[in-house]
């Protein structure tokens, strides 16, 4: 098994008197500059006027420029939207970093698909949290933490890796264990589980679902309740205690439907597709695409996301969403707690 790392396997001193910038405060910016902030850490953030602007002083912080927030800081923590990296890099970041100062990412993309090139004098190194940033900052305050991955791709200092390791501390991940990867894996995995099986397949295995039961006449709201709805209630089971613990809780007939109908929907065929998928996220060809895609301002995800938004299957969710007052209230709480 893999070396997963814990709290007492990490020496904090390499980042402490460091100043950090957390360029961008969204999702998992919030929540590593307060986490970084509660665990001793001098934070200060990197932003645009704006919403995030705001929020990020109401929280107490000091809200410089990118600019200036990189040219004074020895760790700079970028995390922005992926699709706007290169070019808030390439205007702010990259003229004002120090010599022998870090720059770090949470996700591999722009590195490993070399749209951001940083210079041959820093550390660049990934901390790579594996839940969204919420989590990340509600798992803190409660004592543990959400795991992540760590990884180095420059390593100038010779202290590239303390540094990932003591930044993971930092943010409260290694409370939940921490885990050495590469920018290569931990891209080529996060892209491929989001399309394969975390989004793109669960959402069309959903689909696929209802519009099988709506079209074979059964009412729509049962279609829902059956595929839908109960999906969280599965995937609880299985997050709490593997596949084990979802057949031991659902009844026998359903454990003895999963394991005769199961490898009927999901098959070689399917695993072929998702070998296809694997193949373009390694070869580039998926990040080219959505490279290019938002080059020409979205025309594609526009447009599919606002057919998605019309399919059957939410027009009867909204309706019966409503009816149920306690799904409600945790989706207004959602914000944007759900990337992968
Ligand atoms: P969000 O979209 O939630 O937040 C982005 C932040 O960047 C906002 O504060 C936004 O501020 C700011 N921003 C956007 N454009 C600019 C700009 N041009 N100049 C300055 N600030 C700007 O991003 P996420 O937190 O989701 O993602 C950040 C990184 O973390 C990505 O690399 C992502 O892959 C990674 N990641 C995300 C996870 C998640 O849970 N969301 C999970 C693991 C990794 P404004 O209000 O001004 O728009
Ligand atoms: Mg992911
Ligand atoms: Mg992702």
Redesign the pocket.
Known sequence: MSKVLYEKDIQKEVLQGKKIAV???????HAHALNLRESGYDVVVG??P????EKAEEDGFKVLS?ADAVSGADVVM?????E??P??YFESIQPNLKPNSAIA???G?NIHFTQVVPPLDVDVFLV??K???HLVRRTFEEGAGVPALYGVYQDVTGKAKELALAYSQGIGAARAGVLETTFQEETETDLFGEQAVLCGGVTSLIKAGFETLTEAGYQPEVAYFECMHEMKLIVDLLYEGGLENMRYSVSDTAQWGDFVSGPRVINDETKDRMKEILADVQSGEFAKGWILENQANRPKFNATNAKENQHPIEKVGRELRDLMPFVKQSLKSKQ?DV??
Do not use: C, I, N, W
Request: charged share 15%; net charge positive.
């Open positions: 360029v961008g405060y969204g999702s998992q910016g932003l645009r704006g919403k995030s602007q990118v970028v995390l922005l939207p992926d706007h990296q070019t808030v990412f949470a996700h993309f790579a949290p839940g969204p940033g944007k990337k992968v």
